[in-house]
């Protein structure tokens, strides 16, 4: 995985990559797909939710250049595979997932891995988590038809939000905070699971 799916496709990134070989992706994975644990595609995790590729996760963790000073927030913490990576490069992670029993999962294998610098919400990422605003960085691991106002409010000045936007034809943005407006660059098509705005 990390030298075909992730030095192979172009991420440098040394950090992340560390954080890659550490963490055991099968255990993020659902029993009966364990075996494909390391292929370079996603898969479902139930409830209609998917664990992104391996390549994806990486290039959204690349392109947020995270340091140990920065409090990022996760909209859509799933499995919380994504969480655990952010949680290995950044200094506290803030991860909102709006399935309860996905969150209740991550919550159980992040606390048994030993996080320490991670905080999970059971809520609507759409609003984001007012309560711990400014972010240094953002990621969403869900799509939306846009960036959400709340999202943009939250992200501090000079901050990084990536997060695919669109329904059928989607792409991977990253966004930077410059006067109070995003600087959008597109980085690759994607194609996710829409975000959903009602807590469930």
């Known amino acids: 995985m990390i030298e075909r799916q992730l030095k192979g496709r172009g991420i440098k ?13 099968e255990q993020f994975i659902p029993p009966d797909l364990k075996m494909k644990a390391y292929e370079d595609h996603p898969l479902s995790i139930g409830y209609n939710q998917t664990i992104s590729q391996p390549y994806i996760v990486a290039l959204m963790t690349e392109r947020l250049e995270i340091t140990k000073k920065d409090r990022v927030l996760e909209i859509g913490t799933g ?3 994504q969480t655990a990576i952010l949680a290995e490069l950044a200094g ?13 999962l991550a919550n159980e ?12 919400k059971h809520g609507d990422g759409c609003s984001g988590w007012p309560e711990e605003a400014p972010f240094d960085k953002m990621i969403a691991t869900a799509a939306a038809k846009e960036i959400p106002q709340a999202l943009m409010e939250q992200l501090k000045e000079g901050g990084r939000i990536v997060i695919p936007v669109g329904e059928l034809d989607q792409d991977l943005v990253l966004g ?16 996710f699971v829409i975000m959903q705005s009602n807590v469930s």
Do not use: D, W
């Open 13 to 25: 990134c040394l950090e992340v990559l560390t954080a890659f070989r550490k963490i055991p992706r």
């Open 79 to 81: 499995s919380g595979y």
């Open 176 to 191: 930077i905070k410059r006067k109070n407006t995003l600087e959008i660059k597109h980085l690759t098509p994607v194609r």
């Open 109 to 120: 294998r992040l606390q048994r891995m030993g996080y320490k610098n991670v905080h999970l």
């Open 92 to 104: 506290e992670v803030y991860s909102v997932e709006i399935v309860e029993p996905l969150h209740g």
